[in-house]
């Protein structure tokens, strides 16, 4: 866990969209994940060699759909390119699908915790926030539905995102009420504070803990552009 300074926020889109990539493989609708690696003078690898953006290029491609990569890693890899720029076509169309459903929910529910969990590791303003919380593990789901998505403190000392099955038990639970209610929560529009006293989420556990996971969570969605 290291403060990354101004790369900050480049490096949380990046993990975003590796994130997304890969709960849609484990979807079975694309071929790989796409890792992403912070390079020298100010570039973001996404998906191996190949498709390589200067850190505001890739943020305006995530907030634009497009955006022009570097050229010449783009030529010498050309096959692996193309894949990767496939993938990341099948991530938005997901996310910007007219249907709210349980797939895009749990991508975009996926994509901003990791967001969520990048401000914990890598932004020293957030760093301490959770330093005491490293035995919480927080399961994030929705009801009537499969979307399970663990936030915790991993054996490599960061924090990580996981979905589905999971060995642990949760310390803190926080379930909304359906896939519309989570959705609302995505792209901004749930209000954290009436949202448990009108029945639109049920919480459980370490309260403290989870206000501050929604508040770097919303620290994320005012800071990194999304998609949504």
């Given at each position: 866990m290291k403060d990354l300074g101004r790369r900050v926020i480049a490096y949380t889109a990046a993990l975003s969209i590796q994130a997304s990539s890969e709960e849609l493989h484990k979807r079975e609708k694309v071929s790989r994940v796409l890792k992403v690696k912070l390079l020298n003078d100010d570039?973001?690898?996404?998906g191996g060699p190949g498709l390589c953006f200067e850190d505001t290029k890739l943020l305006k491609a995530v907030a634009s759909g497009f955006a022009i990569p570097?050229?010449?890693p783009l030529i010498l890899n050309l096959k692996n390119s193309l894949e990767s720029i496939y993938i990341l076509l099948k991530i938005r169309q997901?996310?910007?699908s007219d249907v709210v459903n349980s797939e895009k929910v749990s991508l975009g529910l996926i994509a901003g915790l990791s967001g969520t969990a990048a401000f914990a590791n890598y932004n020293l303003n957030?760093?301490?926030?959770?330093?005491?919380h490293r035995n919480e593990v927080v399961l994030f789901t929705?009801?009537?539905s499969a979307i399970d998505i663990?936030?915790?403190f991993s054996s490599d000392n960061v924090w990580v995102i996981k979905s589905g099955p999971f060995s642990l038990n949760a310390t803190t639970i926080f379930t909304f009420k359906d896939l519309?209610?989570?959705y609302n929560a995505i792209t901004g529009w749930f209000d954290h504070l009436a949202g448990p006293a009108i029945g639109d989420v049920k919480i459980s556990g370490n309260l403290?803990?989870?206000d501050k996971v929604g508040y770097i969570s919303r620290k994320v969605q005012q800071q990194v552009p999304s998609i949504l």
């Open positions: 570039l973001v690898e996404v570097q050229v010449l997901s996310l910007l957030y760093i301490k926030l959770l330093k005491e929705v009801a009537n663990w936030f915790y519309s209610v989570a403290p803990f989870l």
